[in-house]
């Protein structure tokens, strides 16, 4: 995998719109050292950074907001038996995000000089890891906040070639029958039905 050296030039602090997206991805282009050794944990969160801002340049310029400097909140995520390091990318600010939270959301791994998206959903609040394995990568919970007493559960599974919805709840804390009644366990719903 080619990345960037620690020697790099440093590029500038912050996005400003498209305009400062390319200039910022000719910069990282233009001064780069190849590197063949393993990633670093910063050094792939960065390059990711500056992958999904350049997928979602045409949002960021519409929404016409200021972009925070690392405008992505970006984890990595173990795999069974080590191999590639699968990347867990949230958006925050106004242009990918809900006023209520919900946030667009990739999963991605190192592809060659760039990344391949395994996973892409457009509103998640919270996301969890499971425990669980499916071709050696973890399979994954994505909640979306709906109101104050509902929230949409997404259980994923990798199928060898991408993230596939497997199981949909509707999680309910509101009493159907008593609305100003609050549940201390959730009404599960199939969100199918």
Known sequence: MQILSRNR???????????MLAATSTCLAQSADIDQS???AESLATLAQ??????NRKHISDCGAVLT???FDI????????GMPLLLARARGTC?????GNCAFWALIPDGTSF????????????KVSASFSHEHPDLELIEHGSAFESTHRDYKFDGNAYRPTICGLWNYQDSENPDRILNAPRITSCNQ
């Open 9 to 19: 030039r440093r590029c500038p602090p912050s996005f400003l719109g498209a305009a």
């Open 38 to 40: 393993a990633p670093s």
């Open 50 to 55: 500056h992958f999904l801002a350049k997928e």
């Open 69 to 71: 400097v690392r405008p």
């Open 75 to 82: 984890t990595r995520a173990p795999l069974k038996n080590g």
């Open 96 to 100: 990918l995000c809900s006023p209520t």
């Open 116 to 127: 391949r998206i395994l996973l892409s959903a457009r509103t998640v609040q919270p996301y």
